[in-house]
C-alpha cells in the first residue's frame, strides 16, 4: 500500500511560480509511474501530466512549456514546477502512483492518491 503527501499549494499571483511535492511512502517508489492531475470547481478531473519510472514525462497540451514534472528516487519524491501560473491552473492538485503509466495516461487514473492540495492564482 502506497502512501502519497502533497505539499506546496497555496495562493500566487498570475505570472507566478509554485512547487508541488508528493512525498510516497510503503511502496518501492522508484518502480511506480507518477502522476499529477487537477480539478477546479464543476470541471472534471484533469491530467495535467505524468512521469514514468525511468524519467520520461508527458504534459497536457494546457500546461506544456510552463510545467515541469520530476522525480528523486532517493527521497521518494515527485515534483511538479509550475511556472507562469494562470487564473485558470486554479484547482486542487492531486498526485498519484501506478505500477503502469498507460493507467495514468489513458485512462486517466491510478491506484493510490494522494489527499489533494489547493493552488489559488489570482489575477
Known amino acids: 500500500q502506497v502512501q502519497l503527501v502533497e505539499s506546496g499549494g497555496g495562493l500566487v499571483q498570475a505570472g507566478g511560480s509554485l512547487r508541488l511535492s508528493c512525498a510516497a511512502s510503503?511502496?518501492?517508489?522508484?518502480?511506480?509511474?507518477m502522476g499529477w492531475f487537477r480539478q477546479a470547481p464543476g470541471k472534471e478531473r484533469e491530467l495535467v501530466g505524468a512521469?514514468?519510472?525511468?524519467?520520461?514525462?508527458y504534459y497536457g497540451d494546457s500546461v506544456k512549456g510552463r510545467f515541469t514534472i520530476s522525480r528523486d528516487n532517493a527521497k521518494n519524491t515527485a515534483y511538479l514546477q509550475m511556472n507562469n501560473l494562470k487564473p485558470e491552473d486554479t484547482a486542487v492538485y492531486y498526485c498519484a502512483a501506478d505500477a503502469k503509466i498507460g493507467k495514468i495516461l489513458q485512462l486517466k487514473t491510478a491506484d493510490y492518491w494522494g489527499q489533494g492540495t489547493q493552488v489559488t492564482v489570482s489575477s
Open positions: 510503503g511502496g518501492t517508489f522508484s518502480r511506480y509511474a
Open positions: 512521469i514514468h519510472s525511468n524519467g520520461n514525462t
